[in-house]
């Protein structure tokens, strides 16, 4: 093998599977669990399976002009195709990262929500809150509860893929997010209470969007939490405040 060669090599599957092997070693050392290590692994694999999906659906090159309609239909047909085996590939590989989760559900009620599906929408809502605001130090030291309440209104599913959801909200809502937290958030006009504590918290851009989607849902966890019900009517009213 020459040297452009050698540059031009992808990975085999070899390579992948010790890159897994020592991501898995890694993570233990962490301290995170082999179930929820292998979760997380599983899940960026089902994920660069579908963008891979959407990239080739939706970019796809233009066939050769010069080529004639048969080849150009034949250049479509299987464009088609590929989208098509990378789509199942992905829904193939999403099943088996959550097929742990899957097998031990309940299917007449909603599965128990998991520490590792808290800390990935911690991570979610975290980054979304500081591209509106800034962190508060009155940010209440129940974000665990909070987060808990909004992921009981869903399965393990819709969990597994509610970072994406949070950005459609954030994207579709953007404008209102942001007069919201500027006039009720860190260093807003509005005097900070009990009322309003939530605002201060990342934890309330789940919390907006499950009103939005499941609000009875939410008001039955957030009961069952013992969550105070002020922190939830605050965020309402800011939010139609702001709208």
């Not at 250049?75 to 097929?99: K, Q, V």
């Not at 907006?208 to 849902?217: M, N, Q, T």
Request: charged share 25%.
């Amino acid at each position: 093998m020459n040297a452009a060669e050698e540059g031009r090599q992808q990975l085999d599957a070899a390579s992948v599977v010790n890159a897994r092997r020592t991501l898995l070693m890694l993570l233990a050392r962490a301290g995170v669990v082999p179930g929820d290590a292998e979760e997380l692994i599983g899940l960026v694999e089902a994920g660069s399976l579908a963008l891979a999906h959407e990239e080739v659906l939706g970019g796809a090159p233009d066939a050769p002009r010069d080529k004639g309609e048969l080849y150009a239909h034949g250049w479509l047909d299987g464009a088609g195709a590929a989208a098509d085996a990378l789509g199942e590939l992905a829904e193939a590989a999403l099943r088996r990262a959550l097929a742990t989760s899957l097998a031990e559900a309940d299917p007449d009620r909603l599965p128990p929500v998991r520490k590792m599906e808290v800390e990935r929408t911690q991570v979610a809502v975290t980054a979304l809150y500081l591209s509106f605001t800034t962190a508060s130090d009155l940010d209440p030291e129940v974000t665990q509860e909070v987060l808990t309440a909004a992921l009981g209104t869903m399965d393990t599913r819709q969990r597994a893929t509610y970072a994406g959801r949070l950005e459609d909200f954030a994207s579709r809502h953007r404008g209102r997010l942001e007069r919201l937290y500027a006039a009720y958030g860190p260093g807003g006009a509005v005097a900070v209470h009990g009322r309003y504590s939530l605002v201060h918290s990342a934890t309330s851009v789940a919390v907006l969007e499950r009103l939005a989607v499941a609000d009875a849902a939410l008001r039955e966890e957030w009961d069952a939490a013992e969550l105070p019900p002020a922190w939830l009517d605050g965020l309402t009213s800011a939010w139609e405040a702001s709208g």
